[in-house]
């Protein structure tokens, strides 16, 4: 398998969504957005890096 990496810019704070949390974190069908782009990811990618920064410890404990 060829070596892939991907990046997941994942540090929105979604101003526009007046929410509280990272929109990274609201759920669409029962998961979150970013549950959502791991698991396409994981099918393409040897090792994923996320870039997070609002609210990043959040971001990271739901990883």
């Not at 007046?18 to 970013?34: A, E, F, M, Q, R």
């Not at 791991?38 to 040897?46: E, I, Q, R, T």
């Amino acid at each position: 398998m060829t070596d892939i990496q991907g990046i997941i810019l994942a540090a929105g704070k979604g101003t526009r969504m007046y929410s509280n949390i990272p929109k990274v974190l609201h759920t669409v069908s029962d998961k979150t957005l970013l549950e959502h782009v791991l698991n396409k990811a994981h099918k393409v990618c040897n090792k994923i890096h996320v870039v997070y920064g609002f609210k990043g410890e959040q971001v990271k404990s739901s990883i």
